[in-house]
């Protein structure tokens, strides 16, 4: 195996940066090839050491004072983002990372770096400088969590963060350039829950959600603002995205198992090759999705009646909308206990198992499928699966084998699986192919 390093990925984060799309926020300029080069190696090098035992996590911008305070935006309106300037700029160095990393939350703050004359014209001329620090704030994150309604993205500047020895995230404006991991470049798919072998798996749960939902609200469509829009899916799918972030924070890793939900009542809750430590049959969440949508439509529904002066007494219209939105915060919390609850059992060894409708129906399970076959499984380089590089399935650890054997034998079944480092990998048998995609992008920061 031939490894790549942080000089390694100088064309390839060009590249991601020049094809990325945008808010179309203030853009900041992307760091001239010496000063990104050494951008990758100082954050790269930093990643290796600890302070007193403890893991060095961080986010470094590359971005210019006067950037900064462009996309903290006029004091009088309110700055978005609140930039911190040190009197004397320290030196962009692994020591000075490791002294600040551990007085900065790498979820909200960001360590600012650019060339000491802030020229970024030239390339390699000028020392990089440690300037200060951009405090972003907690509003995004919570966001992200569900924990608010609105939130600022971070800047659209260049990140590179480290969680983890050796793995760098390369980012821009919270959306994952590249990631290194273990000696290797890994492009995310952010894409392969929406379009593709899984996403076409997914299809049919959809499809019964958006239906059920319809005939509860008596209408073809499911309608907000008078426009046809896919809630549903949206909904749906920020649940799952929900729950392996969720998971990805635990920091030990797990596998999520996911098999049609009609396949439930074929095998009388037999699973072959499957040993359930901890069976169960919980469906509530299901029809929790069900009405957080029909409260939201009629909220939406009243609301624009009200704002179009429509129907009865006002103010009987007005407490009936305070109504629904305190019914529909509710449903939403008890979802977000949902993921939490389904995240917490990949605490204990083994997968979790659950349907495409996501009931759950077990976890801790143990994968005892041999499938002596298998001896291959192809790396996906896109959501279609289109274009595929064959890897010896003996390159993969326990977790991953185990999966990949699942998904062989139950070929109609998807995998998701969680690796240590934060990795996420997606896993569907497609034809006589086992297809697997190396990350799947959940980091809301781009962490």
Not at 53 to 73: H, K, L, N, Y
Not at 74 to 100: A, C, H
Not at 329 to 352: P, T, W
Request: glycine share 8%; aromatic share 10%.
């Amino acid at each position: 195996m031939e490894f790549a390093y942080p000089h390694n990925l100088v064309t390839q984060v060009q590249a991601a940066w020049a094809s990325t799309t945008h808010s179309g926020r203030v853009i900041t300029q992307i760091p001239p090839v010496e000063y990104l080069r050494q951008f990758l190696e100082v954050a790269y090098h930093a990643s290796m050491f600890t302070e007193e035992a403890r893991q060095i996590e961080f986010r470094i911008a590359f971005i210019t004072p006067e950037e900064a305070s462009q996309v903290a935006g006029p004091e009088e309106l309110g700055r978005l983002y609140e930039p911190v300037k040190f009197t004397n700029p320290r030196d962009f160095s692994v020591q000075e990372i490791l002294r600040l990393a551990p007085a900065t939350d790498h979820t909200n703050v960001l360590i600012c770096v650019s060339p000491e004359n802030g020229d970024l014209s030239d390339d390699g001329g000028a020392p990089l400088k440690i300037w200060g620090l951009l405090n972003t704030g907690a509003s995004w994150w919570e966001f992200t969590q569900r924990e608010s309604k609105t939130g600022v993205p971070p800047p659209n500047c260049l990140a590179v963060s480290s969680s983890e020895p050796g793995n760098l995230t390369i980012s821009r404006e919270g959306s994952v350039l590249i990631n290194l991991k273990k000696g290797d470049v890994i492009t995310p798919s952010s894409q392969t829950l929406y379009q593709g072998p899984i996403a076409d798996f997914l299809e049919e749960a959809l499809s019964s959600l958006n239906s059920e939902v319809c005939a509860q609200i008596e209408e073809d469509a499911y309608c907000l603002n008078n426009k046809s829009v896919d809630f549903p899916r949206e909904l749906y799918f920020r649940f799952i995205e929900r729950l392996l972030f969720q998971i990805r924070q635990k920091g030990h890793g797990g596998a999520l198992l996911v098999i049609p939900d009609r396949q439930v009542e074929d095998n009388n809750d037999q699973y072959p090759g499957l040993m359930i430590k901890y069976p169960c049959n919980y469906i509530l969440l299901w029809s929790l999705l069900l009405r957080s949508l029909v409260f939201r439509y009629k909220h939406n529904k009243l609301f624009m009646e009200f704002f179009r002066g429509e129907g009865g007494s006002p103010i009987s219209i007005y407490h009936q909308i305070n109504t629904l939105e305190t019914q529909r915060d509710e449903v939403d919390h008890r979802i977000k206990d949902c993921v939490q609850l389904y995240a917490s059992s990949s605490g204990v060894d083994g997968a979790i198992l659950m349907t495409d409708r996501l009931r759950l129906l077990g976890f801790g399970t143990e994968i005892t499928i041999l499938a002596p076959g298998l001896k291959q499984v192809y790396l996906s380089r896109d959501h279609t699966a289109e274009s595929t590089v064959p890897v010896p399935i003996e390159s993969y650890g326990t977790r991953h084998r185990s999966a990949f054997r699942f998904c062989w034998e139950y070929p109609e079944s998807v995998a998701f699986v969680i690796s240590q480092d934060g990795g996420v990998k997606g896993v569907k048998r497609v034809g006589d192919k086992l297809i697997f995609w190396p990350d799947i992008n959940f980091g809301p920061l781009g962490i």
